[in-house]
């Protein structure tokens, strides 16, 4: 045998012994003989440098450091999915997915909804390649080197299966685990993590690899993205790759109705508390992929899938006391502090009570005992008082008058459920959130700096707006707590890297009181610099498709507003995108203007999204389902059927690829 057949065989023999015990939850070796055949490979492959490999299970240890995540578009989008609550809500789906296929029999697969951090795991020629973080759907962290260390994860999946694939799964933290961690720390003298979800997602994001190895994660796997077309459905897909060693729950299903569906979802309502992890829900998902790709996706979520939410649990306790937090708008938020209470595996001590009204609609009092329900956010809410519980000598609660932090007198303008406080450039909340909302990914995505270190540069007055940043040096952030030489310069460095950031993103950045990134996106497309934006009037503004007299009344606000125009002018000098850039404008055009596109099939030309986008950059509209408002198909390969009757029964006309690029250019 060959050195290199040698290195192969042990590799071969641990993959083996890893799926086993990790996956099959079946050893087939102890522990000890397990380290000397992981010792050996070792030694040979420090002797042997040039039979490195990334995928090799002696690189499941970790070690490696990563400072900065590196943000990666993902290929093929991750949808969120649509929520139900009830079988009546159900029903409504099945309606809709048998209107929109044309036939009522429709096979379905169900899943338990596994609740943890998803994950987009990309693999190239049955090669593990890189993992990515769901993110917002479009973009998110690569926490490769991370990920690598879950073991349960084959890197070379074995067997026959398709080759180049996006497994998407969610990344937990079994409650075993996640209790015997807990034990750890506190035996430590540390305190207690609360749950296992927000650890698991926590888990991805440690710098030091070697950290995460010995967490006990895992990843439950549940879709296949491939273009391939090896598989007919979903289901049949997923048994493939458990079988080549993806693990993939057992506890997954076929429906042939609906009704089974609702007999797994009551057997699992019961049976879920059984599980070794959380689970929050099913999932339901139209089960043929061909029926899949024909219902296509909502502005968020895919047609063929729904979630189907186990009912909350409820505890009772004592409200405490309620305090304020003022947000980055100003906007305060009153926080109910209980006396901490077990509520679904967690500890819960606070929950958030939205705004005045809802204190008095609940008529919600200090010393009430409350009702406490944990939904899919983190922060639980209160559903009701228990009245019988009440002291007699209880008072109505009064709301804040002034502002926690800074004791302004708070403002409500008409119309708005929340309290304001109109300090803005003087009260630290604000000050802090909107930096730190201007750094953030979505915004000026400056890598190096982080919400705490915002904060810590406010105190210590290095910055108190966000053109300050930009006069940041790395002598004088060195100084600071916990800030090494090389992060420092990281920090200088990422903000400088922010000036490239195009004039859409620099303008949702600003943090305009309901300009989002849509809105954003909108004016940006528009009015093409900030300039033009701020010379704009009421009518001007409201003239623009989709902005309305709320969102032009807080442009005006903003752009009146003194210390706006002078943090406007710093931007400028500091070479900050403040408008349109030239190339992006060549690549716009109002040529499809008004005109809604439906993309459906495989492209040779162009990927579908490049496809997208090139309607979208020149003023067109893409849908993802046929209706009578649909101006043209663009038709790539493989077009579903059902789409094909659609379009001729509405008689929309169907395009091909070279038909559209002749159209634009
Ligand atoms: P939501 O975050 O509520 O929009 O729900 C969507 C998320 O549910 C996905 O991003 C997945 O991370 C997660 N999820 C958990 N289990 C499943 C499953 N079986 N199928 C699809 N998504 C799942
Ligand atoms: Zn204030």
Redesign the pocket.
Known sequence: MTTEQKIQQLREDLREHNHNYYVLDNATISDYDFDIKLKELEKLEEENPQFFDANSPTQRVGGEITKNFETLTHKNR?Y??D?SYSKEDLLDWEKRVQKNLGTEEIEYTC?????GA?INLTFEKGKFVKAVT?GDGFQGDNVTTNIRTIKSIPLIPNGDFVSDFEMRG?IILPLDGFNKMNEERLANGEEAYRNPRNTASGSLKLQDSAEVAKRPLDCLL??VVTEERKYKTHFESLENARKVGFKVPKTIALAKSIDEVFEFVSHWDEKRHDLPYETDGV?IKVNNLQQQEELGYTAK?PRW?I?YKFKAEQVSTVLNEITYQVGRTGAITPVANLEPVQLAGTIVKRASLHNADQIEKLDIRVNDTVFVEKG?EIIPKIIKVDLSKRSADSEATKYATNCPECDTELVRTEGDAKHYCPNEFGCAPQITGRIQHFISRKAMDIDGLGGETVDLLRKEGLIQNYADLYDLKVEQVIPLERMAEKSAENMVTGIEKSKEIPFEKVLFALGIRFVGETVAKKLAKHFKSIDNLMAADFDTLIAVDEIGDRIAQSIIEFSNDLGNIQLIDRLKIYGVQLEVSAESLENQTDKLQGKVFVVSGVFHQMSRNELKKAIEDNGGKVSSSISKKTTYIVAGDNMGPSKLTKAESLEIPIISEQDFIDMVN
Do not use: H, P
């Open positions: 991750m969120s999915l929520n899943e338990l909804k596994y609740d998803s769901r969610e549940y879709q999932v979520a899938a979630a899919g």
